[in-house]
């Protein structure tokens, strides 16, 4: 299946998604593969709406960062927050 916009992670980022537990793994795993279908589907990141381009993505066991880059089209996962 190919998606409109790539994922690109961080690799700080990937580094930490692989120490998540497998359920953890798959719950964000398709997170953000719908992330990668419809960028602006999820929150913006600013409070103020000042930048559209900066998104998170939520699960029930982490945060993620992820700006959207049009030109390529790619999604940057660059920070995440394990809960």
């Not at 953890?24 to 719908?34: G, H, K, M, P, Y």
């Not at 409070?47 to 089209?73: C, G, K, N, S």
């Amino acid at each position: 299946m190919t998606h409109p916009y790539t994922l690109r992670i961080a690799k700080p980022v990937a580094a930490v998604v692989g120490d998540l537990a497998v359920p953890a793994r798959r719950e964000l795993r398709q997170a953000l593969l719908r992330a990668q279908e419809h960028p602006y589907a999820w929150p913006s990141a600013d409070r103020y709406d000042l930048d559209d381009t900066v998104r998170v993505v939520t699960t029930a066991h982490a945060i993620v960062h992820y700006a959207i880059v049009p030109a390529t089209p790619h999604l940057w996962a660059f920070a995440i927050t394990v809960l």
